[in-house]
């Protein structure tokens, strides 16, 4: 039965072995001169504030600099190609795209099509169980899925490790801007994506036992797949571990100002004592409590009141001003301390899940009489 597995499995098996030789690949050759730009950046020694400007001009410099032109004599990329940011967003793109595809072409066609065609009978009518049956396909093809899944979000991770420093460290610039909290990033770096994985295949599997037919059930899997890869760092990420609420005060510039004229609310961009948080939703409040979502007219400058001649003059009589109101930001917001349980927590839901419904496809196999 193994044997037979695999015979049928090794197309999809090569595909995936080709695949992760070619990303491979891509990453061995550009990552040196991305290494080396990040040594002679100066950020390995830096200390305190200057840390996050030699992180920007690290990121900026990334974003602009093609790693073959003017160390070969023959570049294969043409003059002023921004490689960096479409390596980055190729990765993120397949490891984001990885279960999806395994669930489409592995999962839903895996007993989907034996049923479709008759052959899963014939399987059974010999001396192998049903159980058997599926145990071997779901272990063969799943642990291989989640095996090129996490190899993918290995191999990408140990590439950006440059990048993701820089911006650890508050650097910032084109697509190097994300957070680990932020959802592309979280989705495809870490243990989740092996909760991905998982989730995907089993999915197509259940769609296929359920539909019964190979191309409805993958249609069926992309759009469940596809809902929850949506509706997880929107509406369920943030409330795994109850989020932490601060209030504190206003930092105020030109663009709060601006903000403010809009009818938007205040929104913070860091949290005070919390590098890296996850900042999850915020507003300000007045001394009362009370939302506010239009500046003050005390603080709004008149028409005919002279411009001030620098920036940090207008900002600094613009928090002032906020300040005497006692107008407050209130930050909901995830610590950085919480990125591995959180990771944690959502791995375990998708491989619960996937559990779940690899047992449901037992008992509806079990039970069908043909």
Not at 155 to 161: D, G, P
């Amino acid at each position: 039965m193994i044997w037979l597995t695999w015979h049928q499995f090794r197309a999809q098996a090569a595909t995936a072995v080709a695949a992760l030789a070619a990303f491979a690949a891509l990453l061995a050759v550009t990552r040196p001169h991305m290494v080396s730009l990040y040594a002679a950046s100066g950020i390995t020694g830096c200390h305190g504030g200057t840390c996050g400007g030699l992180a920007g001009t690290f990121l900026n410099q990334l974003a602009s600099a093609t790693p073959f032109n003017g160390r070969n004599s023959f570049d294969p990329l043409p003059a002023g190609t921004d490689l960096y940011p479409i390596v980055y967003q190729l990765g993120v793109l397949l490891i984001l795209a990885a279960p999806a595809i395994i669930g489409i072409f592995w999962g839903a066609p895996l007993i989907a099509r034996e049923l479709e065609t008759g052959t899963a009978a014939l399987a059974w009518n010999q001396s192998i169980t049903r159980t058997r049956w599926l145990t071997v396909k779901l272990t063969l093809a799943g642990v291989a899925a989640m095996a090129v899944t996490e190899a993918l979000s290995l191999m990408q991770a140990w590439w950006a490790a440059p990048i993701g420093r820089a911006v650890g460290l508050g650097g910032s610039a084109s697509v190097f801007s994300g957070s680990r909290f932020s959802p592309l990033v979280f989705a495809t770096h870490g243990i989740t994506p092996l909760g991905y994985a998982a989730f995907g295949f089993v999915l197509g599997v259940t769609a296929g036992v359920l539909v019964r037919r190979a191309v409805p059930a993958m249609a069926v899997t992309l759009a469940i797949f596809a809902a929850v890869q949506f509706a997880m760092p929107l509406w369920v990420r943030p409330h795994l571990i109850p989020p932490s609420q601060m209030t504190a005060t206003t930092q105020a510039t030109q663009a709060t100002l601006n903000g403010f004229r809009g009818g938007t609310a205040l929104t913070a961009s860091i949290v005070p004592g919390q590098p890296g948080a996850w900042i999850i939703s915020s507003g300000g409040v007045n001394a009362a409590g009370q939302p506010v979502s239009m500046l003050p007219a005390p603080c709004v400058p008149r028409a005919a009141t002279p411009a001030p001649r620098t920036a940090s003059v207008f900002e600094s009589g613009l928090q002032h001003c906020m300040d005497s109101l006692g107008i407050r930001e209130v930050v909901t917001y995830q610590p950085a301390s919480r990125y591995w349980p959180i990771q944690g927590i959502e791995t375990a839901i998708f491989l619960a899940l996937a559990l779940a419904m690899a047992g449901y496809c037992f008992w509806r196999l079990g039970r069908r009489t043909s």
